[in-house]
């Protein structure tokens, strides 16, 4: 932690706002310009602190002399700090030049916590060595976003990948494959499971298909998580519509849905209030709490709004309704997210998992031998929560083996994959799904 002298000047980033939300006394910040929040825990006048470095620099003294816990004034400046929601300024309210300096300080300081998200062309002519390469030059593992028409076509380098990957050679947190046309071949499928890696099918008409995708069957047969990606209209919001998605995703045993929300084209050339940005965001919630994996692809990530992950540049061509449309999705979301990690305590780390969730329900994984767990060995574990169960039987399958290890809400199956990489666990395969489960075929081993 670093302790600033008395005689420097602090205030909060102009993009910082308290949100109009209050949940078991804690109050949330919302920071438009890194998308991201943060909680302010009840008492000791926590808010009153963040308010008093609203609107004009404050000197470190000033905030010293006022709050009596000198400990806690440097604590709080010093999480603030590390993600760029106070800088340290002149006296003087600093200019828009002096603050775009000052952000991109705070941005840079950022990136050495946060993992990044890096977009591969696999139809660009890079060998293996130069695609690994780039991977492990990343500080943190990255996010991975493989982009090629056709799986098919890339056989050798995924297994090839996979292989590295499973041995601890390559490191990657989240993968994603996104192509235009599916395979239908099992050893590539095997690959994809054996990378951790989920598929985006790019062109998926809204609400649903006429005809059959090809090679969906066969690869949710394979037990590889497909996600559909779609533009919704504002039919949206109407249910009846929203039931016929669920009902073709449910039937396909789609695992997930990526849905793409453009403002300027739900709403050309419209006046349009955020209370109906609201009520859209509202309809991706009803599928999300029906469905369980629904992400909105061109709007910030709940890794990204909850710091874990470094936002995608943020876009500077936007309209003022794309803009303003942005900005209601944050105050709409980080709530929720936020509202997930205060009333469970527990999911903040796997060392607060193992303490507070009960040891006597981790009967099997403390005694793998009672499933006849040996090297090699392929288990589902369904509900699979943070991946505590997961992360335990990991060893007694041995790295030939696999956990597969199911949970229906995204952004629990994102902190389990974090768990998991945080402690080099390669031979669990985290994924969210819905609340159909998929037929599988396997065996215990």
């Known amino acids: ?209 006429d005809h059959p995708i090809a090679w969906l069957a066969e690869m949710t047969r394979n037990r590889v998580a497909v996600h559909a990606l779609m533009t919704p209209d504002l039919s949206i919001l109407d249910e009846v519509v929203r039931d016929r998605v669920m009902a073709w995703a449910g039937s396909e045993f789609i695992s997930g849905l990526c849905l793409q929300l453009e403002a300027d084209e739900l709403w050309p050339a419209a006046d349009v209030t955020e209370d109906i940005f609201i009520d859209v965001f509202n309809a991706v919630g009803a599928l999300e709490a029906e469905f369980g994996d629904v992400l909105l692809v061109n709007l910030p990530r709940d890794e990204v709004l909850l710091a874990y992950t470094a936002s995608s540049s943020y876009p500077t061509q936007l309209s003022d309704l794309a803009n303003r449309f942005r900005k209601a999705y944050l105050r709409w979301r980080i709530p929720y997210l936020k509202s997930c990690e205060i009333d469970n305590p527990w999911s903040q780390t796997p060392e607060a998992e193992e303490k507070l969730v009960r040891a006597q329900e981790d009967l099997l994984p403390n005694h793998p031998e009672l499933l006849l767990l040996r090297p090699g060995s392929i288990v589902v574990d369904v509900c ?54 998929k037929p599988m075929s396997v065996a215990f081993q």
């Open 384 to 437: 699979g929560g943070l991946g505590r169960v997961a992360r335990r039987l990991a060893p007694a399958v041995c790295q030939e083996g696999l956990i597969i290890s199911i949970e229906m809400f995204r952004c629990i199956s994102d902190r389990a994959r974090r768990f998991a990489c945080e402690r080099n666990v390669t031979n669990v395969h985290k994924c969210a799904t819905s609340e159909k489960p």
């Open 1 to 209: 932690m670093l302790t600033l002298p008395n005689n420097v000047f602090v205030m909060l980033d102009p993009d910082v706002e308290i949100l109009d939300v209050e949940m078991a006394g804690y109050r949330l910040l919302c920071h438009s310009h890194f998308e991201v929040g943060m909680a302010v825990p009840p008492g000791e006048g926590l808010l009153t602190f963040v308010t008093e470095l609203m609107g004009k620099p404050v000197s470190i003294g000033t905030l010293r002399e006022e709050f009596d816990d000198q400990e806690l004034v440097d604590k709080m400046l010093d999480s603030l700090r590390l993600h760029g929601f106070v800088h340290v300024t002149s006296q003087a309210i600093p200019s828009t030049e002096e603050l775009a300096h000052l952000r991109n300080t705070a941005e840079q300081t950022r990136k050495k916590t946060l993992r990044r998200s890096i977009v591969i062309d696999l139809d660009a002519a890079t060998s293996i060595e130069n695609l690994c390469a780039d991977l492990n030059a990343e500080e943190n593992a990255p996010e991975v976003l493989l982009r090629c028409a056709r799986l098919a076509e890339h056989k050798t380098t995924l297994a090839e990948l996979a292989r590295l990957r499973q041995a601890g050679a390559v490191r990657m947190h989240r993968t994603v494959l996104q192509t235009s046309e599916l395979t239908g071949d099992s050893e590539l499928c095997q690959s994809l499971i054996r990378l951790g890696a989920s598929v985006n099918l790019e062109g998926v008409p809204w609400p649903a298909p």
